[in-house]
């Protein structure tokens, strides 16, 4: 059983601060590690992929990757209302991609 | 660019009728292809996914099927809707096996009545 978990929250934070938000995974083979946000009645959408272990910057989203602890995490620095979303942590294995349930985040103005 | 189209974009439908879903990917050869189910307020199942034309791989056992009958072109039916079919369907792409990102339509949204 590959399993991907994530804390549901709700996380809120207020505008300005850094969000924090975690991911656990099951399989060490996992291979590749992603982010998505989905804004409510949305589709998924791709924001940050990371690859090897360390950390991984795109303007004021940051990724962490630990394979040793099996743990990937997200930064929003300066988060902003529109931040508000839920963020699904997802990992590659093999053809499959694994989901986690999310984690809703809301940013209070 | 890539780009992936999905429709309808909304459907309703009663219990026992059948069902098409269409997902198309542009700007791409050969891409894996995957249908997703995500029921209101909860995370994503993946329901089928394809490596490339007419090769089908099932991961739920259920009254739904998917067909490749092109290399872009990705589609979900039904002969009988169930109550339970309904949901967010969200068809998604990626360039291949390796560690791939992947990319999601923008989905459509089924309800049975």
């Known amino acids: 059983q590959k399993e991907v978990e994530q804390n549901s929250g709700p996380l809120s934070v207020p505008e300005g601060a850094i969000a924090s938000l975690n991911c656990t995974y099951s399989d060490r083979g996992s291979q590749s590690f992603f982010w998505y946000r989905q804004y409510s009645g949305k589709s998924p959408e791709l924001i940050m992929s990371?690859?090897?272990?360390g950390d991984k910057e795109d303007g004021r989203f940051t990724a962490q990757l630990n394979k040793a602890s099996q743990y990937v995490s997200l930064l929003i620095r300066d988060s902003q209302p529109s931040d508000s979303a839920t963020y699904l942590c997802a990992v590659n294995l093999g053809n499959q991609f694994y989901f986690g349930t999310g984690t809703s985040l809301t940013v209070i103005p | 660019s890539q780009t992936i189209h999905q429709w309808p974009a909304t459907l309703v439908q009663p219990v026992g009728s059948p069902l098409s879903l269409e997902c198309t990917v542009e700007?791409?050869?050969?891409?894996?292809l995957y249908w997703y189910r995500q029921a209101a307020g909860r995370g994503l199942q993946l329901l089928f996914y394809?490596?490339?034309?007419?090769?089908i791989s099932s991961e739920v056992p259920q009254n739904l099927s998917a067909s490749r009958p092109q290399d872009r072109q990705f589609i979900l039916s039904s002969k009988k809707l169930l109550l339970s079919d309904s949901g967010f369907y969200l068809c998604?792409?990626?360039?291949?096996?390796?560690?791939?990102?992947?990319?999601f339509g923008p989905g459509t949204r089924l309800t049975v009545t």
């Open positions: 700007g791409t050869s050969n891409p894996n």
């Open positions: 990371i690859y090897s272990n």
């Open positions: 394809s490596v490339g034309i007419g090769q």
């Open positions: 998604a792409w990626s360039r291949g096996t390796g560690g791939y990102e992947q990319y």
